[in-house]
């Protein structure tokens, strides 16, 4: 279980690497959310219009220790015609995977997701705002269904 860890986590570190080189003015962002579940949130810029897009978090106490994660590929629609002073409205839609180990169970938890939100980018600072909300299929070790939702904020470091 560790190497599937640690290759989803060096995987996921050279995506954004790799990709933060083609991103859009905006770049790499790190922030937190808050929902369902709290977490580290990042966001890398693919393309004007399209970003990849996570979630980690882990849990560690004497009962319970837990890590989940989770990627998505995002696409966006700006509300250009809006001529905000200070920013720009987007909606977003996308796909990916989430994983979740817990040491409590033998087994984790493999789930697909479908995204869809709403976000603002600020034009004077590099802060972006989100509001997500996530239907999601666990298919792994049993078919299950849920909707998972975020907010948050993500500053750029770029």
């Known amino acids: ?78 509300y250009d015609d809006l001529d905000w002073e200070i920013g720009v409205l987007h909606y977003y839609y996308g796909g990916g995977v989430a994983f979740e180990w817990r040491d409590t169970v033998d087994d984790d938890r493999l789930s697909i997701r479908l995204p869809a939100g709403f976000g603002f980018n600020f034009d004077d600072v590099p802060v972006d705002l989100f509001l997500e909300l996530a239907p999601t299929v666990t298919v792994n070790p049993e078919f299950n269904f849920f909707f998972s939702g975020n907010m948050g904020f993500r500053f750029y470091l770029n």
């Open 1 to 78: 279980m560790r190497n599937f860890i640690l290759t989803f986590l060096l995987a996921t570190s050279l995506m954004v690497a790799a990709q933060s080189a083609n991103a859009q003015d905006r770049g790499f962002g790190i922030g937190a959310a808050i929902g369902g579940p709290d977490g580290l949130s990042y966001k890398v810029w693919t393309a004007e219009r399209s970003a990849l897009a996570g979630l980690a978090t882990f849990r560690i106490n004497d009962d319970y220790s837990s890590f989940y994660t989770h990627a998505d590929y995002l696409v966006h629609k700006f």
